[in-house]
């Protein structure tokens, strides 16, 4: 657990919260430790692959094949 510590830079008593079940309140430190251990949040999170990454695969052949069409749209923001 030092060793994540140390290559993370979270607090050690903080690792040890997560693993006592208490939940995150840092979403960069997840993604400090899911890069530590090369996953996907989704992965660390939830033991799982997003979910939206595998219906993109299974649309992959329509994607290539032009049967998407693809609209952008500049957003408004706020200044």
């Known amino acids: 657990m030092a060793g994540l510590a140390r290559a993370t830079g979270i607090a ?3 690792l040890n919260n ?3 079940g208490q939940e995150p309140r840092s979403i960069s ?12 949040l989704d ?9 939206k990454k595998e219906i993109i695969e299974d649309f992959s052949d329509e994607i290539n094949a032009g049967v998407f ?3 952008l749209r500049r957003v ?3 200044r």
């Open 69 to 71: 069409e693809v609209v």
């Open 18 to 20: 997560w693993r006592a």
């Open 43 to 51: 992965y660390l999170c939830f033991g799982k692959e997003s979910m």
């Open 29 to 40: 430190q997840l993604k400090r430790v899911a890069d530590y251990f090369e996953v996907s």
């Open 76 to 78: 408004k923001t706020k």
């Open 12 to 14: 050690p008593q903080t």
